[in-house]
């Protein structure tokens, strides 16, 4: 069955950087676009990032453009998030998504179970 | 950025009964050229990750039992939950991906009455 399991979170001051990575199995990851969404404690579900299945494209929501990158190994079956520049409001739990496949942006099918990341000093 | 509303914030439904849950889009999400809306909903229960129920406004993801059905065109959706179960309690997102970056509504609790 689909799995996508994240790792990478933690306690980061603020300006500090982390990667998560989520790796992928029980599916053909290289043929399916992937995204990041973040939930703050207690909010809504926030879309961050996603990448074509190639890597071929990347695209980002503006509060994380430059301080964010999104990037795959198909090779290993991995999703990763680099995060740089890290803020309070950065504080979340990252959850790494497969989309349907057919278009883009996609609804998402498998999510994972979300890795903690916390902004603080 | 699309601006999606759903109402209300929360609900509380017996078991059997119906629950309706709205959301609205600040721009219309019906693709003329396929004639789609790309909305989707999500069910989120706590402590875990969301899970999809419905995308093209109203087609059932595989496995999704079918008292879930969604409805609507253009800006304005419906999820309905034709008679609850004690484990349809969750908290519910409506999402448009016609524009980028995909946006989602504030979320709708449901609770058992």
């Known amino acids: 069955q689909v799995q996508l399991v994240e790792s990478g979170g933690g306690v980061v001051q603020p300006g500090g950087s982390l990667r998560l990575s989520c790796v992928a199995s029980g599916f053909s990851f290289s043929s399916y676009g992937m995204q990041w969404v973040r939930q703050a404690p207690g909010k809504g579900l926030e879309w961050v990032s996603a990448?074509?299945?190639?890597?071929?494209?990347?695209y980002y929501v503006d509060s994380v453009k430059g301080r964010f990158t999104i990037s795959r190994d198909n090779s290993k079956n991995t999703l990763y998030l680099q995060i740089n520049s890290l803020r309070g409001e950065d504080t979340a739990v990252y959850f790494c998504a497969r989309e349907l496949p057919g278009v883009f942006p996609a609804p998402l099918d498998n999510w994972g179970q979300g890795a903690l990341v916390t902004v603080s000093s | 950025d699309i601006v999606m509303t759903q109402s209300p914030d929360s609900l509380a439904v017996s078991l059997g009964e119906r629950a309706t849950i709205n959301c609205k889009s600040s721009q219309s999400v019906l693709f003329t050229s396929d004639n789609r809306n790309y909305l989707t909903w999500y069910q989120q229960k706590p402590g875990q990750p969301p899970k999809l129920l419905i995308y093209w406004a109203s087609t059932r993801e595989s496995g999704v039992p079918d008292r879930f059905s969604g409805s609507g065109s253009g800006t304005d959706f419906t999820l309905t939950i034709s008679s609850l179960q004690a484990e349809d309690a969750a908290v519910y997102y409506c999402?448009?991906?016609?524009?980028?970056?995909?946006?989602f509504g504030q979320g709708t609790r449901v609770e058992i009455k």
């Open positions: 999402q448009q991906y016609y524009f980028t970056p995909p946006t």
């Open positions: 990448i074509w299945h190639d890597g071929g494209n990347k």
